[in-house]
């Protein structure tokens, strides 16, 4: 079993919609949490941080239920532009000297 | 600013054949990190640098796989008599890492080199 686990994709969605992707972690001593973006043949940028309290960037939510070890991301009114793969990660420290742990990964297509 | 380049971006070996692949982090950053993600697959961990001591190469799948970083900032990744199964992305990260400071310990991807073994 892998160590963060994602819904499988791909999740093929119209312009507008709402979408939620779902992840969870096996490591209970897992420390910081993250949602990464990746287009296709590019590299993964950093799309937020998750935190316990759960954290908003414009049309983007993230949550993190640490006694579930479950991470989730919202996306409103999705927009053509958000079609990629979303990277649900996980760091097993505070500090930044340590690996992140990926998840496969969930395809998203926004459709016109 | 420059973000973190790596080079070659393509690299196509014969069976093999050896292959060194080449990280510049972003100018400051003490840690560096080498990913290896495959087709479909999320970045898997391969070694870690902080400035030029290699603190962590538990992910480095074979003896054949080297890494380095003699002064501290450019890393080399190189593969020795690479095998089909070696063909994946080669990502590099660095983080400025201060130090318990979260605003510091993003990790910035590089762009990759796409190594493909025939």
């Known amino acids: 079993r892998k160590e963060v686990e994602q819904d499988p994709g791909p999740f093929n969605v119209p312009e507008g919609a709402t979408v939620a992707f779902n992840c969870t972690y096996s490591n209970s001593a897992s420390q910081s949490f993250f949602w990464y973006r990746q287009d296709c043949r590019k590299e993964p940028k950093l799309l937020m941080s998750v935190y316990s309290s759960g954290n908003e960037d414009g049309r983007f939510t993230a949550q993190l239920n640490r006694a579930s070890q479950y991470i989730s991301l919202l996306i409103r009114d999705s927009k053509l532009s958000d079609s990629a793969t979303y990277l649900c990660v996980v760091n097993n420290h505070y500090s930044g000297n340590t690996p992140l742990v990926f998840g496969k990964g969930t395809r998203l297509s926004v459709i016109a | 600013g420059a973000g973190v380049s790596q080079s070659p971006r393509y690299k196509v070996a014969k069976r093999g054949q050896d292959v060194a692949l080449r990280c510049d982090p972003i100018s400051g950053h003490v840690s560096l990190f080498w990913y290896q993600q495959a087709l479909g697959q999320g970045p898997e961990f391969l070694t870690y640098?902080?400035?030029?001591?290699?603190?962590?190469k538990s992910g480095l799948p074979s003896d054949r796989f080297f890494a380095e970083r003699p002064e501290g900032s450019v890393s080399t990744l190189k593969i020795q008599r690479t095998q089909q199964e070696d063909s994946a992305v080669y990502l590099c990260a660095s983080s400025l890492e201060r130090g318990g400071d979260r605003a510091t310990d993003t990790q910035y991807f590089g762009p990759g080199t796409r190594l493909t073994v025939l």
């Open positions: 640098f902080q400035n030029e001591a290699q603190l962590d």
